[in-house]
């Protein structure tokens, strides 16, 4: 293993947690580049180490009619420039012992860079970074590669249930908006993907008024103000990201598709919230009573635990840039998926009737305790950072949020839970064995011991 390979590790395994108190009331900092980049910046003397998020308006919802185009774009971000091909970036990177990723959402794109702050060691790697995002080659024979790579995965999904599944279910719920794609693309798309299809999404969506800057790290607020610049001053100035349609309403029902697996995934719900919803704190805790914090909630109290009839159900509540999803996910037998479903509606219509104050209690204390938790490393503070910046949250919000879970009465969580959630609208999917599925008779799953809950 390389010397500074070595001490990169050694240093992340380090104590590295710091009070989530003196997180919450950061010195969160924020300023824009000479080219328009937004930048938040928190100073982490702790270590000797920075952590960069840069986020992109360049997710899938991006893709136009060549879905797939941003994921793929982002991926090659990395795999050669117009100086190192993809091997030596790669060496290059190792040998300072450098963290260098990639992703890609519906919303966004994602560049992340980890390094020691050691000048012989950040400067190369800020070089080495900054050539990557501005002057990508697109390389064909890479190209060629990844888009093999990617038809192999696209044609194993439509063997896997779970992932046929979720497909539908956003296809379903958003009909023809943007957010209705898969963001891996499918085998037409990336099949007739070319780079020069990638260099022009690449030249029009990743530019210096398209991207937020996250910087956390034992660096000044003048040493901050050079990484930032140094990673995006070759980027064209661009403009930001138009804004994305309106989400039409779903049309309730489900879609029941046959499919030769011993268990159903269900996957169903409804429209959510954006980002910038008010009402969001509420919407959090009431998620969590409901069904996202494992064994704690109400679903898995109600369907799994007290009748035995699934192996796991769960909610998850995205807020996005536009109106995000609020969806209920199981996965059970397929003589158990009706009489699940009807008790799932059964328990969310129960709890529309009424939330009670032990729970809205413990689930507050969950919540909050969680939440410590979530931002108690340089790595999660940074994430935190991009998705405030990204979504044009305030800058106080890490103290904010749990501020207000902490104050919201019984009363004010019961009447954001009967505004918002609506289960006789409900969209989705219901994939399995349709005959199996039409059976009277329930039969209950082997379940193993309960674990503990978790925190979302």
Excluded: C
Excluded at 368 to 393: C, E, P, R, T, W
């Amino acid at each position: 293993m390389k010397p500074l390979m070595m001490i990169m590790i050694v240093v992340i395994t380090l104590v590295s947690s710091l009070f989530s108190s003196a997180y919450a009331m950061a010195d969160i900092q924020r300023w824009k580049t000479t080219k328009g980049a937004e930048v938040w910046f928190v100073p982490a003397p702790e270590l000797p180490m920075v952590d960069v998020r840069l986020v992109f308006d360049a997710g899938s919802a991006r893709d136009a009619s060549r879905t797939g185009i941003a994921n793929i774009t982002n991926t090659l971000i990395g795999m050669g420039d117009q100086v190192k091909d993809e091997e030596t970036f790669a060496r290059e990177m190792e040998s300072l012992g450098v963290q260098f990723s990639t992703s890609a959402l519906k919303d966004m794109a994602v560049v992340t860079l980890r390094s020691l702050t050691r000048q012989d060691i950040l400067n190369p790697a800020l070089t080495l970074a900054a050539d990557a995002l501005a002057k990508p080659t697109f390389d064909n024979k890479v190209l060629d590669r990844v888009k093999a790579q990617r038809l192999v995965e696209l044609k194993a999904k439509q063997q896997s249930p779970a992932s046929l599944a979720s497909d539908r279910f956003w296809q379903k719920l958003y009909d023809n908006h943007p957010y209705s794609q898969p963001s891996e693309g499918t085998v037409a798309t990336i099949s007739a993907l070319t780079s020069q299809e990638l260099f022009a999404f690449h030249r029009h969506y990743y530019t210096a008024n398209n991207v937020a800057v996250a910087i956390v790290g034992a660096v000044s607020r003048t040493e901050a103000e050079q990484i930032a610049n140094r990673l995006t001053e070759a980027l064209p100035e661009g403009q930001k990201a138009g804004a994305l349609p309106s989400v039409p309403t779903p049309t309730a029902g489900y879609d029941r598709i046959d499919f030769p697996s011993t268990q159903a995934q269900v996957l169903i719900g409804q429209l959510g919230v954006d980002r910038q919803n008010p009402d969001y704190p509420a919407l959090y805790l009431i998620n969590h009573i409901w069904g996202g914090s494992g064994f704690a909630s109400r679903l898995m109290e109600e369907v799994r635990e007290k009748r035995g009839l699934v192996y796991g159900v769960s909610t998850a509540l995205l807020p996005m840039r536009a109106q995000g999803s609020w969806m209920v996910s199981l996965k059970t037998a397929n003589a158990n998926t009706n009489t699940a479903m009807k008790v799932v509606q059964e328990t969310t219509q129960a709890m529309l009737t009424e939330i009670t104050q032990k729970e809205l209690d413990d689930h507050k204390s969950n919540i909050l305790g969680g939440f410590a938790l979530q931002i108690d490393s340089n790595k999660d503070m940074v994430g935190y950072l991009a998705m405030m910046a990204f979504y044009d949250l305030p800058t106080n919000w890490l103290q904010t949020f749990p501020e207000q879970i902490k104050a919201l009465t019984r009363e004010q969580v019961q009447a954001v839970a009967q505004k918002y959630l609506k289960p006789e609208l409900w969209t989705g999917v219901v994939l399995g064995k349709q005959s199996e599925q039409n059976s009277p008779t329930a039969v209950p799953v082997t379940l193993p011991q309960a674990e503990t809950a978790g925190h979302h």
